[in-house]
């Protein structure tokens, strides 16, 4: 089994910077991906980032394209979320998943392992 906690979130000002982090344990494979979906209130979950097994490929949703960064530390089995210039918009509960791919793409059935997520707001 696969454990995944966020850490992180809280209620930062429209404008400011915010850092996600996750760890996994248990038994992960030496080959995943990771990727952070969230969820609005009355929204379905959306993706947001994610990135291959090795770190060299990361794919963004457009609405963060520039804002945010992804990165893995494999020794550390950890993913953590760069989030600058945020916005009111980006109030959400933030998921952070594995995949047990090397690449697993934007799908939320891609990813069979879930945290419990970490609520970020953004206030105007």
């Known amino acids: 089994q696969v454990q995944l906690v966020e850490s992180g979130g809280r209620l930062v000002q429209a404008g400011g910077s915010l850092r996600l982090s996750c760890a996994a344990s248990?038994?992960?494979?030496?080959?995943?991906?990771l990727a952070w979906f969230r969820q609005a209130p009355g929204k379905e979950r959306e993706f947001v980032a994610s990135i291959n097994w090795s770190g060299g490929t990361s794919d963004y949703a457009d609405s963060v394209k520039g804002r945010f960064t992804i990165s893995r530390d494999n020794a550390k089995s950890t993913v953590s979320l760069q989030m600058n210039s945020l916005k009111p918009e980006d109030t959400a509960a933030y998921y952070c998943?594995?995949?047990?791919?090397?690449?697993?793409?934007?799908?939320?059935?891609?990813?069979?392992?879930w945290g419990q997520g970490t609520q970020v707001a953004v206030s105007s």
């Open positions: 998943a594995l995949s047990p791919a090397a690449v697993a793409g934007r799908r939320t059935s891609s990813y069979p392992y």
């Open positions: 248990g038994r992960t494979s030496s080959v995943y991906a």
